[in-house]
């Protein structure tokens, strides 16, 4: 009788091994967030284009007039501190939304089931909510064009400040989601933290005008920091010391992106 063939031993797929950083994983991660606003852009693009132009109505229209603060005209003034607070406010609200719904809809498992590592969630997640951070900033400075001339004094301070923001508020976004459990504690860190933070930074007015304790307490506020070294690349004026500026928006963004990342790594309310 002929000897039968030896049986092929049936093995398991083996997960597929990446050496380094898995590009194509952090490329599609980062895609997503993206695609996930631009498909929506009249609620994230055009809503916060708008808002910003009826606070350029209100305050520079209506109230500001001929005035000038620092030599420069009212609306060159305000201009910046707008766009810079729908650099914020978007940043944030990208990569909150972004995993609470996930978190709400069961979708949490096709995060963590590709091949990704803990630094490369917080990438993709922090990176896409830095571009809809930057496109709405830059969309909204399109907009208020027509209403204040921005002059461009030191454009390395627009560009690390508005870039230091948007990662800031990405990495805030991504622990804030993370730890929400309902809709309700969102909205509470939204209005109750984010939005006080960016009225009380010297958006509209010049702290150094406010009465005591306030004008110290608005030295302790990271956003004054942000939007007046924001401002000060189209005005070349600031308020406060940029070098304190600078390297409190550095380090906010290494210590937020390292909490985002001991979250992902232990699983903060992801695996329970």
Same mark, same amino acid.
């Given at each position: ?10 093995? $398991? %797929?083996?997960?597929?091994?990446? @050496?380094? *950083?898995?590009?194509? /994983? ?7 967030? =993206? ?78 089931? $590709? %091949?990704?590592?803990?630094?490369? @969630?917080? *990438?993709?997640?922090? /990176? ?7 496109? =709405?900033?830059l969309v909204s400075l399109v907009a208020v064009l027509p209403f204040a001339r921005l002059p461009i004094a030191q454009p390395w301070a627009i560009v ?68 007046? /070294? ?9 308020e406060s010391n940029l070098a304190i500026g600078a390297a409190m928006t550095a380090v906010l963004t290494v210590v937020t992106g390292a909490v985002c990342l001991w979250m992902f790594r232990t699983g ?5």
């Open positions: 009788m002929r000897d039968m063939p030896d049986a092929e031993v049936a093995l $398991p %797929p083996q997960p597929r091994a990446y @050496h380094g *950083v898995n590009w194509e /994983g952090l490329k599609t991660l980062y895609v997503r967030e =993206v695609r996930r606003f631009m498909k929506v852009g009249m609620q994230t693009l055009a809503a916060p284009v708008v808002t910003a132009l009826l606070y350029m109505l209100v305050f520079v229209v209506a109230v500001g007039g001929a005035r000038e603060v620092h030599g420069v005209a009212y609306g060159t003034f305000v201009a910046p501190g707008l766009i810079m607070m729908q650099i914020l406010s978007n940043a944030f609200a990208n990569s909150s939304s972004s995993l609470l719904q996930a978190k709400f809809n069961g979708l949490m498992g096709d995060f963590m089931t $590709p %091949p990704l590592t803990p630094g490369e @969630h917080v *990438v993709g997640f922090g /990176g896409g909510a830095a571009t809809r951070g930057i496109v =709405v900033g690390f400040f508005g870039l230091g923001a948007a990662l800031i508020m990405g990495f805030i976004g991504i622990m804030a989601g993370l730890w929400a459990e309902k809709f309700d504690h969102m909205a509470a860190v939204t209005n109750f933290v984010i939005m006080p933070m960016t009225f009380l930074s010297g958006t509209f007015y010049l702290v150094e005008r406010l009465p005591e304790p306030f004008r110290t307490f608005s030295h302790f506020n990271p956003f004054f920091y942000l939007i007046d /070294g924001f401002r000060y690349g189209f005005t070349g004026q600031a903060y309310k992801i695996k329970t």
